[in-house]
């Protein structure tokens, strides 16, 4: 019963690769959980190009896609994601953070429109499944694995993840604002004893102030909701795209220092809980 978490897309916003960011990543949100042989992802930023082409020769998939949210840095690597124009692959894509009547299907639609984008996403041949549900929803995500959702603090909304896999347990809370001093319930309920909590780690305290209502937090307040919390590990995710590899360094330090084995989510990196 393994528990891993690969991180394909690190960084917050717009995609960022050069030789500043070359050691953490410039690529958007993308993450590869795998529970057993049972493969999720989160977000399609970026990132998840290059998760697609490890999975190009496999034989069918079967897999879930979660959105957090469907900002444009989550979702603009869907339409590159290979695996989606494979007909024996089959893909059910779900969301929680729309209310209005709107739906995953629709909006996704509204994302890949001409003259915005050049086809539709009945472009691709896997068979592809829509799913809406409310934050706070426990989904099923195949046998033995249980996830679990919570509504985050971000403008047009989002969700983060809980996945529970025998007695191992990984989050990820992205995109989500902070009120200093009173920290989020909706948080602190879904990370609760977590062996891994990947956190929106946008902003440093010092910088927060002039980010106040931009939807995101900082990685001192992701130590302060792990250690309320009794989770184990930080790992500081959603990248500024200011923030060069000098300066994630320094706070990798920081956060290792502060909570043994936290850490900041670079590109590549593969944790086995
Ligand atoms: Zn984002
Ligand atoms: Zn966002």
């Known amino acids: 019963m393994t528990l891993s978490v690969r991180f394909w897309g690190v960084r917050g916003s717009i995609a960022c690769c050069g030789p500043r960011t070359a050691r953490y990543g410039g690529n958007t949100s993308s993450l590869e959980v795998r529970c057993g042989s049972r493969l999720l992802m989160f977000d399609a930023g970026t990132g998840i190009r290059y998760l697609g082409k490890t999975l190009e020769g496999a034989g069918p998939i079967d897999a879930d896609l979660y959105f957090t949210h469907t900002h444009y840095d989550h979702v603009c690597g ?18 929680g953070h729309l209310g209005d009547g709107l739906t995953l299907r629709r909006v996704l639609s509204e994302f890949m429109i001409a003259p915005l ?43 983060g993840y809980r996945v529970e896999y025998g007695d191992r347990s990984v989050c990820y809370v992205t995109d989500t ?6 920290p989020d319930k909706n948080v602190l309920g879904l990370i609760a004893g977590a062996d891994l909590v990947v956190y929106d780690c946008m902003y440093t305290d010092e910088e927060y102030n002039d980010y106040v209502g931009w939807g995101h937090s900082t990685w001192q307040e992701g130590l302060r909701l792990c250690k309320a919390a009794g989770a184990r590990r930080l790992a500081v995710f ?36």
Request: charged share 25%.
């Open 117 to 159: 984008f050049p086809v539709p996403p009945d472009v691709f041949r896997a068979t592809m499944e829509y799913r809406d549900f409310a934050p706070g929803d426990t989904l099923a995500a195949g046998a033995d694995v249980v996830l679990r959702t919570a509504p985050l603090n971000h403008p047009d909304g989002a969700v």
């Open 238 to 273: 959603h990248h500024d795209p200011e923030h060069d590899d000098a300066l994630l360094e320094d706070i990798e330090a920081k956060v290792a220092a502060a909570l043994p084995g936290s850490l900041v989510a670079r590109e590549g990196l593969v944790i086995e809980l």
């Open 78 to 95: 869907l339409p590159f994601f290979g695996p989606l124009f494979r007909s024996q692959n089959r893909f059910r894509l779900w969301a």
């Open 177 to 182: 604002e902070h009120v200093p001093g009173a």
